[in-house]
């Protein structure tokens, strides 16, 4: 089975601090999606990476998918009362043809 | 920008009866999908669905699970006898490739009392 570990699970900062959520998975994926999930809404997508090493920055946020595409990171730049919610990262695999999430990272950033 | 729109948004229904939720998927995606999300847990895969049938499913979707796209818009999640523990958000996706590009409906709250 595969699982896709996110850590932490829950984080609270105060507003212009930095921070990092791991998403971390024994599987190899294909593809690797970071979401933002507001209470009662779907996911909204917010990056897709496929190459090993792929770095994206989407304004004050970073993405990063590992060398060899089994883990990925999120990292937020002067965070903002506006970041708070809860951001989930999926992963494709081809063997399964499944895209899975991981349980998400409650982020908190206090004024 | 093209939504993925489902209804209903919230569906109250009793033990065993049978529930249809709704899907209208982004025109131009070839993939449609199903999740769900029971209160406080994570995002569950539980369908894929392309070219007119079931493409992957997961251990979740046994018998009592069916979808269908009865026409060229419509994409709906069938559970024939509901239980107590289907009670969860399901949200509806579509995406013009199966390894990215995935846009998710605002989902459907099914409470089973």
């Known amino acids: 089975t595969q699982l896709l570990e996110q850590s932490p699970q829950f984080l609270s900062i105060q507003e212009g601090e930095n921070l990092t959520v791991y998403c971390n998975s024994s599987?190899?994926?294909?593809?690797l999606q970071w979401y933002r999930q507001e209470p009662g809404e779907g996911p909204v997508l917010l990056v897709t990476?496929?190459?090993?090493?792929e770095v994206k920055k989407l304004k004050r946020l970073t993405f990063q998918f590992g060398d060899a595409r089994k883990d990925s990171s999120l990292h937020i730049t002067a965070a903002q009362t506006g970041d708070t919610g809860l951001y989930l990262c999926?992963?494709?695999?081809?063997?399964?043809?499944?895209?899975?999430f991981g349980q998400g990272t409650t982020l908190q950033v206090k004024p | 920008e093209p939504e993925v729109t489902q209804t209903p948004s919230h569906q109250v229904t009793q033990m065993g009866q049978e529930v249809i939720l709704r899907c209208v998927p982004i025109?131009?995606?070839?993939?449609f999908y199903w999740y769900r999300q029971i209160l406080g847990q994570k995002v569950e895969f539980l369908v894929s669905?392309?070219?007119?049938?079931?493409?992957?499913k997961s251990e979740i979707f046994d018998d009592q699970f069916s979808v269908e796209r009865p026409d060229g818009s419509n994409f709906t999640l069938k559970i024939r006898s509901t239980k107590l523990e289907d009670s969860a958000m399901y949200f509806c996706?579509?995406?013009?490739?199966?390894?990215?590009?995935?846009?998710f409906g605002s989902g459907t709250r099914l409470t089973v009392v």
């Open positions: 669905f392309y070219n007119n049938e079931i493409s992957e």
């Open positions: 996706a579509s995406s013009p490739d199966r390894a990215y590009g995935y846009t």
């Open positions: 025109s131009n995606h070839l993939y």
């Open positions: 990476v496929v190459t090993g090493g």
């Open positions: 999926a992963g494709f695999a081809l063997n399964t043809g499944k895209l899975i």
């Open positions: 599987s190899v994926f294909s593809s």
